[in-house]
Nanobody, 127 residues
Framework: QVQLVESGGGLVQAGGSLRLSCAAS????????MGWFRQAPGKEREFVAA????????LYADSVKGRFTISRDNAKNTVYLQMDSLKPEDTAVYYC????????????????????WGQGTQVTVSS
């Protein structure tokens, strides 16, 4: 079992930056692909970014490509989401998620592909 705890959310002006962190428990963290998702009020949860177990592959939603960067530090059991050039439409609760397929060769851009979820952290971008 893996437990995930997000941090780093907050209020920022449009054009600003935030870095989200997701700390994972358990010694098997380095085997799992990890993803970030977000959910705005009244909307479905949507994919933001994913990173392979080794960190060698990444996948991004078109809406954040070029502005957000996902990374991981397996020694610290932590995955990050660097968010730059933030827009009001980025406002949402951001969730960290883990794919339990050990050392998966493919990245999944849908919530159904992930088995472990954090509680979420609120990101609010003012105009």
């Amino acid at each position: 079992q893996v437990q995930l705890v997000e941090s780093g959310g907050g209020l920022v002006q449009a054009g600003g930056s935030l870095r989200l962190s997701c700390a994972a428990s358990g010694r098997t963290f380095s085997r799992y692909a990890m993803g970030w998702f977000r959910q705005a009020p009244g909307k479905e949860r949507e994919f933001v970014a994913a990173i392979s177990w080794s960190g060698g592959s990444t996948l991004y939603a078109d809406s954040v490509k070029g502005r957000f960067t996902i990374s991981r530090d397996n020694a610290k059991n932590t995955v990050y989401l660097q968010m730059d050039s933030l827009k009001p439409e980025d406002t949402a609760v951001y969730y960290c998620a883990g794919d339990s397929r050990a050392r998966a060769l493919t990245l999944i851009g849908a919530p159904g592909g992930y088995d472990y979820w954090g509680q979420g952290t609120q990101v609010t971008v003012s105009s």
